[in-house]
């Protein structure tokens, strides 16, 4: 499991601007450049907020994904989906 690089994602897309970029820009291909599993990009790249929770991303860390719109997840549907309600494809 590459939690750490998970956690690392989410914290270079908050606090690195020219990160943040790349990834609001080229999501998957800048995901692809962290050693994850394929069943962690496959939960992270689809927005499945529960999953990458149950990975061990940091709580605190996972507000990101809605804050900078990463993956389809929005303010509206973070917490639909934290909490297993919203079902990610």
Known sequence: MSVYS???ILYLTE???AFRQRIQTEA??????FPLTDEEFRAFTSGDI?????MGVHPFLL???S????????D?????RIRGEEKVS
Do not use: I
């Open 63 to 65: 507000s990101n994904f």
């Open 28 to 33: 998957e291909a800048v995901v692809k450049e």
């Open 6 to 8: 998970m956690n690392k």
């Open 67 to 74: 804050r900078h719109g990463l993956f389809g997840v929005t």
């Open 76 to 80: 509206k549907n973070y917490f639909p």
């Open 50 to 54: 529960l999953a990458v929770f149950n």
């Open 15 to 17: 606090n690195d601007a």
